[in-house]
């Protein structure tokens, strides 16, 4: 059987581009950045190389998110505390030059932790490994196997762990991800309240009634925490099929949300991206 990897090419690039950038003193009050796309480069074939020996992998797929975000749709809070931060000046030429070199994969309207996710999912009976690399937590709630680059750990998470894990980050959520799921409650509180009462929808929804939270803020929560999978993704047309629901809930309860839904399912067209802090301003 082969392997193959599905690398998460947005940490790639901005490690990359972190890596070669450099600020300089000109004089005592001129400073300057700049980077070395070179150095960038020969970084990220170093890092390919070395996935591929310690994971003894034959091909990799390299995945990069888009300009849009569906979740930004639904949730404008979501991950809007990164606005505002400058990406490292490199960041656009490689990508640039990753797509040139070897070819990403772009889905509209989906980050590549998405794309990931529906990559290692699609076909069960495939006759090739695939195993996620990143450095991204969120991958252990998707049932694959998992590199984690950083820590050097591979993960291989079965189904019911990885809706269990997108469980606890409904409930805890990701303050840098712009979702705060259940106020007090940290990952490690939510795992136990998961642990006493069941991996449930109904463990979930009681932790937020209890502080007067909604049944729409607990869903709301759960979307901006899961990761597309083949199911719920229409390949040939590149379009979301349908958001995540609990097991538990009957076509009448699904029909309630149905209006959030349609916003982000089909065709989605608007602009949905983030201005960048260097871009010009428009009027």
């Known amino acids: 059987m082969t392997t193959t990897l599905l690398i998460d090419a947005d940490v790639l690039a901005y490690q990359s581009a972190f890596t070669a950038q450099a600020n300089i003193q000109w004089k005592e009050d001129l400073w300057t950045v700049h980077t070395d796309l070179a150095l960038a480069k020969t970084w990220i074939v170093d890092r390919l190389e070395t996935f591929k020996k310690r994971m003894v992998a034959d091909d990799f797929i390299l995945a990069i998110s ?6 930004r749709k639904l949730n404008n809070e979501y991950k809007a505390n990164r606005r505002s931060k400058f990406a490292p000046i490199g960041l656009d030429p490689i990508r640039d030059w990753l797509a040139e070199e ?5 889905y509209p309207n989906l980050e590549a932790d998405d794309v990931l996710a529906i990559l290692a999912t699609e076909r069960p009976n495939r006759k090739d490994k695939r195993i996620i690399v990143s450095i991204d937590k969120d991958f252990k ?19 019911e762990e990885a809706d269990r894990y997108h469980l606890m980050q409904t409930l805890a959520g990701d303050p840098v991800d712009g979702y705060k799921g259940v106020p007090g409650i940290g990952v490690k509180s939510a795992g136990k309240l998961l642990d006493i009462y069941g991996a449930t929808w109904d463990t979930v929804l009681n932790a937020y009634t209890k502080i007067g939270m909604t049944e729409q803020d607990a869903l709301m929560n759960a979307w901006m925490a899961y990761l597309i999978r083949k199911d719920e993704y229409n390949n040939k047309h590149k379009q979301i099929k349908y958001l995540w629901m609990p097991k538990c809930f009957d076509e009448k309860q699904k029909r309630k949300y149905s209006h959030l839904i349609h916003q982000v399912t089909g065709d989605l067209d608007e602009d949905l991206s983030r201005q960048k802090p260097f871009d010009p301003i428009s009027f």
């Open 102 to 106: 070897y070819g990403t994969v772009i």
């Open 66 to 71: 888009d300009k849009n975000n569906f979740r």
């Open 141 to 159: 709630s998707v049932p694959c196997a998992f590199y984690d680059f950083n820590r050097g750990e591979l993960h291989e998470t079965t189904e």
